[in-house]
């Protein structure tokens, strides 16, 4: 791979990896200071709804004021990179259209400003590297379909646990081992009643968004990054949200494995989680009848099989994304992306909604997500949490209940809706032909 190698090649001819960020938020900000460390890779532009967060992030990694230009169009922001200055940028989509930017990646976290970047990143070719899965579990498959087909480059970034993941995946694979099971360890029990307001202060003491410590609290995150593996790699949910048991790093090769033997599973080649004491790591539980392999595994391992759990004590986050940007850059290589809509993240009411009430999305007071096989949420008529913000209820939704067609109505103004249409079209017809042929409205 000898990735830091043409790093070093590159610092080398003063040519660096020219880096976009988009969100400046706990992950954007810390993925700024990551690539700050990395040689032969600069960050040159950072988007923010609140452009004093970037430009804080850029004089905390010693840029001086003098040299960080706040702006408001693409000539301004040109004019400033090539005069070897740095741009901070309230627009979103300024970052895809400028030259001299080789790579964004996108860290708001939410779907509809990820929806259009990624998109925007696309047809300018740019390689766009996600921080943000709540897009990719909503549009992913569109997305990558769009940038294979203009020979660009979409992908998840690595560091999150769909990238780890994919990692023990492929290396799995590559050993000759079925995949029974891949999942992420879990470092909080779920509480799907949780809100913003519930949590502000725990958030705070975390530099993080309330909303986003929501998401994880209620489990929404979970189900979103799983359900982002499920579509890389055709592996499916057991169970409409998982099981989720409790099971420390010993345990989880005698849990994760089909009940005839003992486990919780009730069929092969699934994707699910635990709460035990397995978090910040991720695991593959795998399997071999193969006499020869078994028998290497036991003088290596000293496991006796036929099950047998490869771990990983450790996802990095932001931290890790560097990687998958060398990778985008000088490879053309994607860490992990939707391929086909195998599971789909749905929205269930977190209260009762009334007839004509607007309700948030991901992170709410009002909604959680749950992840199912997309064949059983496409029976119910389900809408995928990616979608519902700011929609509005049609009939009154009980507490616990899925939000359906028949319930519910998107707002059908926003681009993430739009590539949605998209992609169910692309995906029932399966001729994977369409395209985009909009701009994103001014807001």
Wanted: proline share 5%; with cysteine; charged share 25%.
């Amino acid at each position: 791979m000898e990735l830091v190698k043409k790093l070093k090649q590159r610092n080398e001819e003063n040519n660096p990896i020219c880096v976009g960020i988009i969100g400046c938020g706990q992950m954007g900000s810390g993925l700024a200071h990551a690539i700050s460390n990395v040689t032969g890779m600069t960050v040159k532009a950072i988007a923010d709804i609140d452009p004093n967060r970037a430009i804080n992030t850029f004089c905390q990694m010693k840029w001086d004021k003098g040299d960080i230009l706040a702006a408001e169009n693409a000539k301004q922001a040109q004019d400033a990179l090539n005069s070897g200055k740095v741009v901070v940028t309230a627009d979103a989509g300024l970052l895809t259209r400028l030259d001299g930017i080789e790579a964004n990646v996108e860290a708001t976290g939410v779907p509809d400003v990820g929806a259009f970047v990624a998109w925007s990143s696309i047809k300018n070719n740019k390689p766009i590297i996600m921080l943000n899965v709540e897009t990719d579990v909503t549009v992913g498959v569109y997305l990558n379909h769009l940038a294979r087909k203009a020979g660009s480059i979409y992908s998840v970034a690595s560091g999150d646990e769909p990238g780890v993941c994919k990692m023990l995946y492929e290396q799995a694979m590559l050993m000759g081992f079925e995949i029974i099971c891949l999942g992420k360890g879990k470092n909080n029990t779920i509480n799907r009643q949780i809100t913003p307001q519930m949590c502000a202060e725990e958030a705070a003491s975390k530099v993080m968004n309330p909303k986003m410590l929501t998401s994880f609290i209620d489990g929404t995150k979970t189900m979103v990054e799983m359900a982002a593996v499920s579509n890389a790699t055709g592996l499916l949910p057991d169970v409409p949200g998982m099981h989720g048991p409790k099971a420390d790093v010993d345990e989880l090769v005698r849990t994760f494995i089909p009940k005839a033997d003992g486990g919780v599973l009730d069929r092969r080649g699934v994707v699910d989680y635990s709460t035990g004491a397995v978090a910040p790591g991720v695991f593959a539980i795998v399997y071999s009848d193969n006499p020869r392999m078994r028998r290497d595994m036991k003088l290596i391992t000293r496991a006796e099989g036929p099950y047998y759990l490869h771990f990983r004590p450790y996802h990095l986050c932001d931290l890790e994304t560097p990687q998958s940007i060398a990778e985008a850059v000088l490879l053309g290589e994607i860490t992990i992306a939707s391929e086909s809509m195998n599971s789909e993240v749905v929205a269930v009411a977190k209260h009762r909604l009334k007839t004509g009430e607007k309700v948030e999305g991901i992170g709410s007071a009002d909604l959680y997500g749950i992840i199912y096989t997309y064949k059983q949420a496409k029976a119910k008529s389900a809408i995928p949490i990616g979608i519902a913000d700011k929609g509005t209820v049609t009939k009154d939704v009980p507490k616990g209940s899925i939000l359906t067609k028949d319930n519910f109505a998107p707002d059908t103004t926003t681009f993430v809706y739009r590539l949605r249409k998209e992609q169910d079209a692309l995906v029932d017809s399966k001729q994977l032909e369409h395209r985009v042929n909009y701009e994103r409205p001014c807001r």
